[in-house]
């Protein structure tokens, strides 16, 4: 796909040319004589069939938010914007609500301002919702985190533990649903309490002290 784009018509050296880096998960342009753009793109992927078939779509978008953001920061960008991208089947005013209320949430976490947006209606395309976005960064030049520096004896690699799932591998947590099981209603098979889930899921019904479900873990952004 991307060497059937061709070359850019930003001429290189130019604001808006592309910079070229190696490894990375975001492309970087150049703006000024010291400063690039970071550009990310994702989606939140299968976890919203998950959320489809629970009716829940209280912090689905805190993933798209997430997983863009996350993308700018492992080429050592700063976060600095949101848009987001939904696709419908047919308008729900409280999907939307719900939905918007989320792409706040990861904004506000990712201390990064939502600038915009769009709305498709597609019944004859999409059977159910769909979600993605794009996030705008910003570095120093010759600060970018592009794995050239790495070298043997004088590197470090540090493993954070996560906290959950998050927004990938989907597809496999749903093939194990669909062959065990559970009852997503119930509590998980596992510990988890809220101290260690990120406050169980953000806007979890106000039930308050109400024991988390296997549901509550799966949705947790």
């Not at 190696?22 to 342009?29: A, E, K, R, V």
């Not at 470090?156 to 209603?185: F, Q, T, W």
């Amino acid at each position: 796909l991307t060497a059937g784009l061709g070359r850019s018509v930003r001429s290189p050296g130019t604001r808006g040319s592309p910079v070229e880096t190696p490894n990375g998960f975001s492309g970087l342009i150049k703006f000024t004589q010291d400063t690039y753009l970071a550009l990310a793109t994702d989606g939140i992927g299968s976890k919203l069939m998950l959320a489809a078939k629970l009716g829940n779509y209280e912090s689905v978008a805190i993933d798209c938010v997430a997983m863009n953001v996350n993308d700018l920061l492992c080429i050592g960008a700063e976060p600095l914007a949101f848009v987001d991208y939904i696709a419908t089947p047919k308008p729900d005013p409280s999907t939307h609500a719900a939905l918007g209320r989320s792409l706040a949430e990861g904004c506000r976490q990712a201390r990064v301002t939502l600038s915009g947006g769009e709305t498709a209606t597609l019944p004859e395309m999409v059977k159910e919702y769909d979600m993605a976005g794009t996030a705008l960064g910003w570095l120093p030049k010759g600060s970018e985190l592009d794995g050239t520096r790495i070298a043997p004896g004088s590197s470090k690699m540090i493993g954070i533990p996560s906290n959950g799932i998050h927004s990938n591998g989907y597809s496999l947590v749903r093939k194990v649903l669909e062959i065990a099981k559970p009852d997503l209603n119930s509590p998980p098979p596992f510990a988890a309490t809220s101290s260690t889930r990120h406050e169980a899921t953000i806007f979890k019904a106000a039930g308050g002290d109400a024991a988390l479900t296997l549901a509550d873990v799966l949705l947790n952004p």
